[in-house]
Structures are given as C-alpha cells and as structure tokens.
C-alpha cells in the first residue's frame, strides 16, 4: 500500500514566485496534516483537515501561505510570494483519528527560497 | 505555549552499547509517542503510550510513559548502524494537538 505521496522532494525558487507543493494521504484517511521543519524551530504543524475542511490553520505564519483540500486524495500548500525565510522541509501527514497521534508522513518536499 | 523538553540534544554511542533518551515538559500529557525520522525522509511512529507508567516496547525498543504524565522515556538496547537517526518525542492533551520536541541526534559509531 502506497504511503503519503508528496511532490516535488525538491525545489529551488527565487524570493517574489509562487511555490506550490503537493500531497497525496493515504487512501481512506480522513485527517491531513501540513507540518514545517527547520533547524530552529523544529516540526511546527501549519494546518491540518478532517474530510477535506480546514479544521485548525492556526499555525500558518502569514497570509502568504494557503492550503487547500479539494478532494479527499489530494492537498497543495502554496506560498505566495514566496521568502527566503520560507526555506524548510515541508511534511504532508494523515492519520485515520481524530486523535491524530499515529501521524504518517511523507517525505516532505525540501524548499529553497534563493 | 506547551514545549517538550529531549535530553539529550544529540549523542554517539558505540554499536552494541545500550542508549537513554528522555522527554520532560512542565504540563501533564495523557498520549506520548516516540517516533524516528531517517536522513531524508519523514518521521515514522515507533511507540505510542496512552497510560501513565506504561511501558512497551518493539523490537530492541522500550518506552515508558512517565508516572507523573510529565515526561516519557526511551531506551534503545544492543544498537547498530541503522539506529542512526532523529528521535522525537510527542505528547498530546485533550483535544489538543500534537507537540513535538525538538528531537535527539543519534550517530552510531561502527
């Protein structure tokens, strides 16, 4: 069975463009997961969905950051514009309880903001 | 907010020798999990813990959830090379979502 499917695993981009990144759950999740890595900050959860609805989008830094579920089986996280401050690995995770604690997590989407 | 605390930051251990790491917080957690991120990829659960004094293991893995719901243990017995790796530990209240510590750096030598 296919885990969580994120894309691109890279991307270089210059500060102003738009960033789009790509997340695929695991068939017959119902929660979906965006979490941010950095060496200072750690693993910061930006948002999270339940059956495709924005539950929590507390943890999104500023309004240049979006997410979007349309659909069960897949989910984007956009930057717009995007900063070199932004430069961090990117998780996409679902989990089948509304308890959240067994997180799946793909392998993230390394992004470098020049 | 609410932190967890992981001590140690990072360690070496030789191959075969056993490793401790522990997570601390100053707020009670009734769900601790433990879970490893290998180079490049994404964290993968290895325990979770749902009562206080608890103590499980998997394979040469043993975690225990702390008496006071403060804090929560893991030990690695007998290690080898594919150890290697971050180790983070999460705790969740109620309701609340998921906080993740700040991860110990595990480097084996061979």
């Known amino acids: 069975d296919a885990g969580v499917i994120q894309s691109p695993r890279h991307e270089v981009t210059e500060m102003g463009q738009e960033v789009t990144l790509r997340c695929k759950p695991i068939?017959?999740?119902?929660?979906l997961f965006w979490y941010r890595q950095t060496m200072m900050r750690g693993l910061e959860l930006l948002i999270y969905f339940n059956n495709n609805v924005p539950i929590d989008d507390s943890g999104m830094p500023e309004d240049r950051f979006s997410a979007k579920m349309p659909n069960a089986s897949f989910s984007t996280l956009k930057i717009q514009p995007s900063e070199p401050r932004d430069s961090a690995v990117y998780f996409c995770?679902?989990?089948?309880?509304?308890?959240?604690?067994?997180?799946?997590f793909g392998s993230g989407t390394q992004l470098s903001v020049l | 907010g609410q932190q967890l605390n992981q001590s140690p930051q990072s360690m070496f251990i030789q191959e075969g020798e056993d490793v401790s790491m522990n997570c601390t917080s100053s707020?009670?957690?009734?769900?601790w999990l433990w879970y490893k991120q290998d180079p490049g990829e994404g964290p993968v659960l290895l325990i979770a813990l749902y009562k206080a004094g608890e103590l499980t293991s998997n394979g040469r893995l043993t975690a225990q959830f702390g008496i006071t719901r403060k804090d929560s243990f893991l030990n690695i017995s007998a290690s080898i090379p594919s150890d290697v790796g971050i180790y983070f530990c999460a705790g969740r209240q109620y309701g609340n979502k998921l906080v993740f510590g700040a991860g110990t750096i595990l480097r084996v030598k061979s």
């Open positions: 707020s009670i957690f009734n769900t």
């Open positions: 068939s017959g999740h119902d929660y």
């Open positions: 995770a679902s989990s089948l309880f509304r308890t959240n604690e067994k997180l799946f």
